[in-house]
Each structure stands twice: as C-alpha cells, then as structure tokens.
C-alpha cells in the first residue's frame, strides 16, 4: 500500500497519484479520472474532485469540500471545510475558500482573499 504525509498532522496516509497530472490524492478522497490534478497539488481528507475541475500549481483541496465543473483552483489556494465550488470559479493566489463557502457562476477569487460561510454567485474579489 502506498502512503503519503499531506502534512496535516494526520502522518502517512494511503494514497496514490492521480493518473491524470501525478498529483497526490488520498484514498479517502473522490477524485474522477478527467479532473487534473497537477503534479504537485494535492487532494486529501475527504474531499470531491469531480467533472472537468482542474487543480493546479501549488492548491490544496481537502476537508469535506467538493470542487466540480469547469472549477480550476491553483497558485497556493486552499479549499477546505465543506465549502462548494462549482461552474467556471477560479480560485488562485494565496485565497482560501473555508467553512460552508458556496461559490458558484464565474465567481474569481485571488490575492489574499479568504472567503468563510459566504455564497457567492459571479463575483470577483482580488
């Protein structure tokens, strides 16, 4: 069984990297084939990947959270809690997305954002 320390004080766990772009995935996580998750991204806990989303860069997926669609998350953006992201969201830079976060449409969230308990629909904040 292959192990991987996401470094969230949880040590090794099992876990595998995504055919599609080498990121490290947790077995506990749901990631479809078609997501790309690059090569040095990461989904873990228990996290959904699914539909056409892309991770890219440096991003983190992982609590309970679900990121779906046309989504890219990337640079060093962290999505965690049970937040959603769906449709065409970008999320990148140093933006963490956390809680019950619900981001849907083209909403564009950058810079140092941090975004908690919100729903946001086509917004942009940088």
């Known amino acids: 069984m292959t192990t991987y320390d996401f470094g969230d004080g949880n040590g090794p766990v099992p876990a595998h990297q995504h055919a599609n772009g080498g990121g490290w995935v947790a077995d506990s996580a749901v990631v479809d084939d078609a997501v790309w998750i690059d090569a040095t991204a990461k989904v873990y806990n228990n996290a959904w990947v699914v539909d056409d989303a892309w991770i890219y860069e440096n991003a983190q997926v992982r609590g309970d ?61 940088s």
């Open 65 to 125: 959270s679900y990121v779906c669609h046309e989504a890219q998350v990337f640079g060093n953006a962290i999505i965690e809690g049970t937040a959603r992201i769906d449709g065409e969201c970008r999320i990148y830079d140093d933006a963490i997305i956390c809680g019950a976060s619900e981001l849907y449409g083209c909403t564009f969230i950058g810079g140092n954002q941090v975004v908690e308990d919100e729903i946001l629909h086509d917004e942009q904040r």
